[in-house]
């Protein structure tokens, strides 16, 4: 096991730690860390929402959930002579949940979590179908992930970070925040909002104090979106063996890291979101001087995805155009076909007994396939959503017997508030 540069008590909150990471982005957030081109580390992380989400039988966690405080990132950590125009590469050399036998109160000992956020907390992909929060509680053996919540399915994660990046400069920061205030301002009382401000309530900055913390907390990127660093990009297939290419802002790079996920459905359409956990993350690092200019990447990550997925052969495929479901023609619009093409595999999934949130949850937690099949055949986009059949202890392929009828179980938590 390489040495562990940034080691978290599990039973402790994360500004609580030895080391105090980040929540907003900013370019004033001193690294907590130095490490070398060429270094191989350990760095432990807390599940994005600190341990506020419980393994029990209730989503008033995740109805109550505190958006304000995500995502508790582990790092910043400086690159020895990194400099603004370099690339950084990044090997995900291992990743995991909490490495320890017993079973804990932290999501990552043994469990997970997926959630759905109520629609005035942040909704969805599919928030006007979904507008309540929901939980399921998944239970880890090995590499396969199973729930209480539902039944009859069980299937091998894909564990990756949700969020890895490095620290914008102080243009790019700027650069960020009007864009985004400009996109609010078209429509500002809108719910959920269409993003999110810089918000100084539960910022946390490092080791930042006083006027300098006033100022990065006014001013630091709220951590939700992907952004040019990278940040929460979501992409299910930064496994174990990937290699990430990032642009470099600041000197010493500033990398960090969290919203590790045990699994996830492309898109991960839940939101609260993927199968949710805490646990490790052994990195390479090293550096291409001038990489930036040499490789054309004026902005955002590039990467070689790792080789450890899942091995599933045959899937049920569900596709689905930019029609809404009041029979609107929208233009190429690849997002709501997506949206059909989910909702579509919903209600088969729901032929054979799951009811329509147990199917959704296993669209944003299981390692399902979504594609942009077509883009250009006007007016219609294709996209398409691919479910590993594997995954299901019963045939759920079309046949002339039936769909078989499952035992829905106690089904999906649904938040009472
Ligand atoms: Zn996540």
């Not at 301002?185 to 490092?206: E, H, K, S």
Request: with cysteine.
């Amino acid at each position: 096991m390489p040495k562990n540069l940034y080691p978290l008590d599990s039973t402790k909150k994360f500004t609580d730690q030895m080391y105090v990471g980040h929540n907003r982005w900013h370019p004033d957030v001193p690294a907590n860390v130095t490490v070398k081109p060429g270094d191989v580390f350990r760095v432990d992380c807390r599940e994005w929402f600190d341990g506020a989400i419980v393994n029990d039988d209730s989503a008033d966690d995740v109805l109550n959930a505190p958006l304000s405080t995500v995502h508790v990132l582990s790092g910043p950590f400086a690159v020895e002579g990194a400099e603004p125009g370099d690339l950084l590469i990044v090997d995900i050399v291992d990743v995991g949940p909490i490495p320890q036998e017993d079973s804990g109160p932290l999501a990552g000992q043994g469990w997970g979590y997926t959630g759905v956020f109520a629609k005035s907390n942040g909704g969805g992909f599919l928030t006007d179908q979904f507008p309540d929060a929901y939980k399921v509680i998944w239970d880890f053996r090995g590499q396969t992930a199973t729930s209480r919540h539902i039944p009859g399915v069980s299937f091998t994660g894909i564990v990756h970070p949700g969020l890895m990046g490095t620290a914008p400069s102080a243009e790019l920061l700027a650069k960020w925040t009007q864009r985004e205030t400009a996109l609010i301002a078209t429509d500002p009382n809108r719910v959920p909002p269409l993003a999110l401000p810089p918000l100084p309530q539960d910022a946390i900055l490092g080791t930042l104090s006083g006027a300098d913390f006033d100022n990065a907390a006014a001013e630091g990127a709220r951590t939700a979106p992907p952004r040019e660093n990278g940040g929460n990009q979501d992409i299910k297939n930064f496994t174990k063996g990937t290699r990430v290419f990032y642009p470099v802002f600041v000197p010493g790079a500033k990398l960090s890291m969290g919203d590790l996920h045990f699994s996830q459905g492309d898109g991960e359409i839940t939101f609260c979101g993927a199968i949710e956990m805490g646990g490790f993350i052994d990195l390479h690092v090293d550096l291409i001087k001038g990489g930036m200019e040499t490789y054309g990447v004026s902005e955002n990550a590039i990467f070689m995805p790792g080789n450890v997925d899942p091995q599933y052969s045959q899937w049920l495929a569900f596709s689905g155009t930019c029609v809404t479901l009041d029979g609107e023609q929208k233009y190429l619009d690849s997002h709501l076909s997506y949206q059909r093409a989910c909702l579509h595999a919903i209600d088969y999934l729901t032929t054979f007994g799951y009811s329509a949130i147990q199917a959704y949850m296993i669209l944003g937690a299981a390692p399902i396939e979504g594609r942009l099949s077509g883009v250009v055949d006007i007016p219609n986009s294709c996209s398409t959503v691919y479910i590993p059949t594997a995954i299901f202890d019963f045939d759920v392929a079309p046949s002339a017997s039936g769909p078989h009828q499952i035992d829905p179980g106690m089904g999906v938590p649904m938040a009472q508030g």
